[in-house]
């Protein structure tokens, strides 16, 4: 089953916050979460449900409940004093979002649009799976105000799709990429890389077939084994071996190569980008700490310096906004301190996001040491930003951790 969501305050009916002091106006978001997916793949610890564990809801009434979040959003902005922003970026993920129709992703889209507005080349993305989307959804997408699609590739090795659980065929991502441009839509590609039974040559072959596509951007993200997944209680129980950490980083040393030598730059540590402009304004919402509205079962909202989660079953989840009462589960208020170390973690991880006299006074002393260590990049530093080399990237949690000690 899903991760537990955290602990936190519990959450007003009302859903009122206060603004904290010292957070001014920052570019807003929303991220649309989408909990349906055909078959739960064996890694995946997200809010995910299948057609079997959705008791008490119907798929086809999710829209609606949806709908009713971002217009009890919208009060709750206005009641609470938010500043009124238009959207800059808009997400939908999950899940699978395109297990609903193109027609109601599109009238989620328009409901934002009319609650906030949309900055001019608002960037707006839909995860989709290769097999869930074909040239006519995705037209309807990008006709209905969708820029940009990200597939779930993972892999193009076909005993690697089967440790993962994933449906579609290696065949099936070029034809969908192509199909997505014709639409007119940017194009992402995901890939997980450090599969058990995945070879060096395995993961060279997903790289250069995902380069072939020539995508605006490619994500690549090292296998996590999660408690509590058919994957976890595999490398548990020692059926299946668990992802070795030096094959790991070969791996990852490999995609960097690849995609650099591709034309792609790295601007986070897991994401490239065929320049500044394709790289992902809503993750990098993220990773700046702007403010975004998270609506759906399970899903996270940050709004002027306080953070909360929904519930997570669709169930519960659609009783709450139904009765006209807040889906929140929990909130925690963040302190400027808080504020400050999520900055500093999050940042270091973004090309020259971070600036140095952002640190703490200590931390500034200890970047001389990360250069000497070869983990940040010397002239970058002259400069004032914080650059990960690529061994610092490799071992950027290591790195967040001495400035933040």
């Known amino acids: 089953m899903p991760s537990a969501l955290p602990l936190g305050d519990p959450a007003p009916s009302d859903g009122l ?49 949806v709908l009713r979040e971002l217009d009890f959003a919208a009060s709750v902005l206005e009641r609470s004093g938010v500043p009124a922003r238009p959207v800059s970026t808009v997400f939908f993920g999950g899940g ?8 109601d992703l599109s009238m989620i889209l328009a409901r934002i649009r009319s609650l906030w507005g949309l900055e001019a080349g608002a960037e707006i993305t839909t995860e989709a799976n290769p097999d869930s989307v074909d040239a006519d959804t995705l037209a309807e997408l990008a006709s209905g105000g969708f820029t940009r699609a990200s597939f779930g590739m993972q892999s193009a090795v076909p005993n690697v799709l089967r440790t993962l659980d994933r449906t579609h065929v290696p065949e099936r991502v ?9 639409a007119g839509l940017d194009v992402s590609l995901d890939l997980i890389y450090s599969t058990p039974g995945e070879s060096l040559a395995d993961w060279q072959t997903s790289l250069d077939a995902a380069i072939a596509c020539e995508p605006d951007h490619i994500s690549a993200y090292a296998l996590i084994v999660e408690a509590g997944t058919a ?20 791996m990852y040393e490999l995609a960097d190569a690849r995609l650099s030598a591709a034309g792609y730059e790295w601007y986070e540590v897991s994401n490239w980008a065929r320049g500044e402009e394709h790289a992902s304004r809503h993750n990098l919402a993220y990773w700046r700490s702007f403010d975004w509205w998270g609506a759906g079962p399970g899903a996270h909202s940050s709004v002027a310096g306080t953070r909360w989660w929904n519930v997570k079953h669709p169930a519960a989840y659609a009783a709450r906004v139904l009765d006209g009462a807040s889906p929140a589960a ?17 940042a270091a991880r973004v090309r020259g996001e971070l600036q140095l006299n952002e640190l703490a006074p200590t931390a500034r002393t200890r970047v001389a040491d990360l250069i000497a260590r070869g983990l940040v990049d010397g002239r970058s530093a002259l400069n004032g930003r914080l650059v990960l080399t690529l061994r610092g990237r490799l071992l950027a949690d290591a790195v967040v951790r001495e400035l933040l000690e």
């Open 17 to 65: 916050i206060t603004p904290a002091t010292g957070v001014g106006a920052v570019p807003f978001g929303v991220y649309v979460h989408v909990p349906f997916c055909r078959v739960r793949c064996g890694y995946c610890d997200f809010n995910t449900y299948t057609a079997s564990e959705l008791r008490g809801v119907r798929r086809d009434d999710y829209a609606g409940h």
């Open 231 to 250: 994957l976890g209680r595999d490398v548990a129980r020692g059926v299946i071996a668990a992802p070795d950490d030096d094959v790991a980083a070969d």
């Open 330 to 346: 929990g909130r925690e208020v963040l302190d400027a301190e808080t504020r400050s170390f999520e900055h500093v973690m999050l």
């Open 174 to 182: 070029p034809l969908v990429v192509e199909q997505a441009r014709a």
């Open 96 to 103: 699978t979002p395109t297990m609903l129709p193109a027609s």
